[in-house]
């Protein structure tokens, strides 16, 4: 686990109730754009897992606020909410998640699972801590299984990584670490493991460039 990704961490542990609240403030802000991004978002997690079987066990790294994991738990999959701050997952435990606390980087998964959810969180990890998770993660799915996850395009940052609390948006009184990966750092990366890139594109921001989505298939 790197020591950018421990010290973000740390600022989430203290503060993780001011994301909550200031997600929920920020979204009020476009409430348009708001709801424009989860419709896109649920579209992508409906037909990426239209696959799986009915009340297949699906694991969320990073749930945050947990309405990624509680979309998933609508479609009908066994899912599995998570994250390492306690205000985050008192937030998914009270909307009826079963949630664990999880550091990615540095616990085992408690089971197999036959797709795993990432969304917003290798913003955090540095380069070796992104192999270090897809690795794991390979391990812990089912054959067939699938990984989706996103990573902030370097591209649309022009900056390799910075330490930053947004204004406004996402505000937290605190720096956190961001990491940006161009898409052939996240090809190199992935290329290291056995997983096959099922599905990539680029979405967000104003050109449509901000995010790398990645699907992955063991
Ligand atoms: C920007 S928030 C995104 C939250 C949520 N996934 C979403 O899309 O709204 C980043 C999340 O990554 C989590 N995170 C970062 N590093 C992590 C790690 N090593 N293990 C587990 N969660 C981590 C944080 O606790 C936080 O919930």
Redo the contacts with the bound molecule.
Sequence with gaps: ?SKE?KK??EV?KEK?HL?LAN?VEHDKLDPKRAKQKREKLEKLITSKFSSLSEHAKVF??????G??AKFIQSLGFDVTA????DD?IKATQNQGLKTIK?????DSFPEKYSAVF????F???TKE?ALNIIQKVYDTLNDNGIFIFNAINRDFKNLDNEWVDFEGE?HMGAKRYYDYFSQSDLDNIIQKTKFKIEDFHKDGGNNNNKWLVYVLRK
């Design positions: 686990m990704n973000t961490l989430y993780a994301y997600s969320e790294i990073g749930s945050g606020d309405s990624n998570s994250d390492t701050a985050f999880f550091n990615a980087l540095e990432c969304w917003r969180v913003v955090h990890f801590d996402y």
